[in-house]
């Protein structure tokens, strides 16, 4: 998640009020609760907000906007939580869902980018991952296009509550599919091509 100083202001709170929302959501879902876990890295600088915990655990944070956008850095920072998080699974035997990352930015990234983006193509290519790009205004959208196979998405203003809404749907829908299966999604109002069906 995106919180440098463009993120002031409204578009600070609307994503507060989101991952609020979000949280309540999952939490009215027994099965989602137990088996759907998240993890959120901010940057502006680069922290880990939340180490993944189960959506039962999951307390949304209070963000407030900061700096610069190290987009770059912070791609790699998720890639190397979700890179350990499966190693501890595959340590305990456990099997475990395709993981989802959201890329939610208002600008352009600070930092050099370009290694991040071809590490997102790798893990897409080898169906390790979903990356999903999210944009609001201010986004650099031709960036967003590079860094990721699947479309970028532009909110409507401020959607974020639209936007946590349809992924709490989908991680609900997620949670009572078997491991390895198809799904296909609650499409959101736009369906830019790759959002549609997770394989």
């Known amino acids: 998640l995106d919180v440098s100083g463009s993120m002031a202001g409204q ?3 609307q994503l507060n009020a989101g991952l609020k929302q979000f949280q309540e959501e999952l939490a009215r879902d027994a099965l989602a609760s137990k088996r759907v876990e998240l993890a959120i890295v901010t940057f502006g600088p680069v922290r880990v907000e ?3 915990v189960s959506a039962d655990m999951f307390q949304a944070p209070q963000l407030a906007p900061e700096a610069d956008t190290p987009m770059g850095e912070a791609i790699h920072e998720a890639l190397e939580l979700i890179k350990l998080r499966k190693l501890q699974y595959q340590a305990n035997g456990i099997a475990y869902y395709r993981p989802w990352v959201f890329l939610i930015t208002d600008g352009a990234p600070t930092d050099s980018w370009s290694s991040a983006a071809k590490a997102v193509h790798q893990a897409e290519r080898a169906k390790s991952l979903a990356f999903f790009p999210v944009g ?9 296009r590079q860094v990721s196979p699947r479309t970028p998405i532009k909110l409507r203003g401020l959607a974020f509550r639209e936007l946590f809404q349809w992924l709490s749907n989908s991680l609900s829908g997620v949670s009572k599919s078997k491991v390895g299966e198809a ?3 609650p499409a959101p109002d736009t369906t830019p091509k790759g959002w549609a069906v997770i394989e």
Request: avoid cysteine.
């Open 183 to 185: 799904l296909n999604l």
């Open 136 to 144: 609001v205004d201010g986004a650099d959208f031709e960036i967003l």
């Open 50 to 52: 939340q180490d993944f």
């Open 11 to 13: 578009p600070i709170s």
